[in-house]
């Protein structure tokens, strides 16, 4: 299946800087999700914006989508060491989920 | 209380073996999942199971077989690994399918010698 494609792939800040990473994808879509993993576990869901939603909020995250460009945009606010991980954006378009190559994102203390 | 337990964490197995992999989920979700990651982190589904009907078989291997006992289970059975078996695959399941979120099992790296 088509992979959806991440930017960048590999981000590096100091604590308290934002992190913002991208995600495009390629068909319509009936939503999409942000997930983190921390290495050698499993994904874990941040949040989900619908297609007729633009915006939306989860304590330090925001996400944005627009559709007429196909992508969507992850910011963490204030970023700590403990959000090192990689983080994936996954498109569902008729019953079909596409993930995302990734971003690893490195905070330093 | 984990919600979506695989095991085992690690399976170190020669080529030509058969071999299973476990998954429990204690959420009442209606689905279950397998999922492939391979070393460059991309997840490709193999399977999913809805009220023990499959509903999605992406060109997997008819090596790989899932079998579903019940509602809450959703095991991996391998036959006659190979080398490029070698990956993570996680269990995954989600109360609707596919349209709201999934919640992932740590995983399993499968490594074959």
């Known amino acids: 299946s088509q992979q959806g494609e991440e930017d960048p792939q590999a981000l590096s800040i100091q604590e308290g800087e934002n992190a913002t990473m991208n995600c495009s994808y390629k068909t319509s879509i009936n939503n999409l999700q942000w997930y983190r993993q921390n290495s050698g576990r499993g994904l874990v869901h941040l949040i989900l914006i619908r297609s007729n939603e633009r915006e939306k909020h989860s304590g330090r995250l925001r996400v944005t989508l627009d559709t007429s460009k196909k992508s969507s945009s992850l910011l963490i606010t204030a970023s700590r060491a403990a959000d090192t991980a990689s983080y994936f954006c996954v498109s569902t378009s008729y019953g079909k989920l596409t993930f995302g190559q990734g971003t690893i994102l490195t905070v330093h203390p | 209380d984990t919600a979506v337990s695989q095991t085992p964490k690690y399976l170190v197995t020669q080529m030509g073996n058969d071999k299973s992999i476990k998954c429990e989920q204690n959420l009442g979700h209606d689905t279950m999942y397998w999922y492939k990651q391979d070393s460059k982190k991309f997840l490709k589904i193999m399977f999913s199971?809805?009220?023990?009907?499959?509903?999605i078989n992406e060109t997997v291997p008819n090596r790989f077989s899932p079998k579903s006992p019940d509602k809450a289970h959703l095991n991996l059975h391998i036959n006659s690994l190979e080398l490029g078996d070698s990956a993570v695959y996680f269990c995954?399941?989600?109360?609707?399918?596919?349209?709201?979120?999934?919640?992932f099992g740590s995983g399993t790296q499968l490594s074959v010698l």
């Open positions: 199971y809805n009220n023990k009907e499959l509903i």
């Open positions: 995954a399941s989600s109360a609707v399918s596919f349209n709201e979120k999934l919640f």
